[in-house]
């Protein structure tokens, strides 16, 4: 008894994706789902981010929340995870710039006093 019953269907259209598990180099979650930001080490050595994702270069992961990227500025995570020696003052200037002008507060559950009145 041979029964072909193996559905062996060639999907044609977009394949189903391995998602890609990003890991905040701060916070270390792995958060498929809430948006983590590429940062990207350049050739001169400086850190840059890639909100692309496609840089060349070896990149990192911070999540979308000025937490985790004050954290990981701050306390070296980053540079670290880039395999840099430091990160100058410059450099890391503009990454707190960015944080704050771009990244939201992620105002979760940790953040949740607030003066009424
Ligand atoms: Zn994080």
């Given at each position: 008894m041979s029964t072909t019953s193996t559905p062996k269907r060639k999907a044609k259209g977009p394949r189903p994706r391995h998602v890609?598990?990003?890991?905040?180099?701060?916070?270390?979650?792995?958060?498929?789902?809430?948006?983590?930001?590429?940062?990207?080490?350049?050739?001169?050595?400086?850190?840059?981010?890639?909100?692309?994702?496609?840089r060349a270069g070896r990149g990192a992961y911070l999540c979308a929340r000025v937490r985790c990227w004050e954290r990981g500025i701050n306390e070296r995570t980053l540079v670290r995870a880039l395999r840099l020696e430091t990160l100058t003052e410059e450099?890391?200037?503009?990454?707190?710039?960015?944080?704050?002008?771009?990244?939201?507060e992620g105002s979760d559950d940790e953040e949740g006093t607030q003066d009424q009145g």
């Amino acid at each position: 008894m041979s029964t072909t019953s193996t559905p062996k269907r060639k999907a044609k259209g977009p394949r189903p994706r391995h998602v890609p598990q990003r890991t905040c180099v701060a916070c270390r979650s792995t958060d498929a789902k809430r948006t983590l930001l590429r940062l990207v080490r350049t050739a001169e050595g400086t850190v840059e981010v890639d909100p692309t994702g496609k840089r060349a270069g070896r990149g990192a992961y911070l999540c979308a929340r000025v937490r985790c990227w004050e954290r990981g500025i701050n306390e070296r995570t980053l540079v670290r995870a880039l395999r840099l020696e430091t990160l100058t003052e410059e450099n890391r200037a503009a990454l707190l710039r960015y944080a704050d002008e771009r990244v939201p507060e992620g105002s979760d559950d940790e953040e949740g006093t607030q003066d009424q009145g």
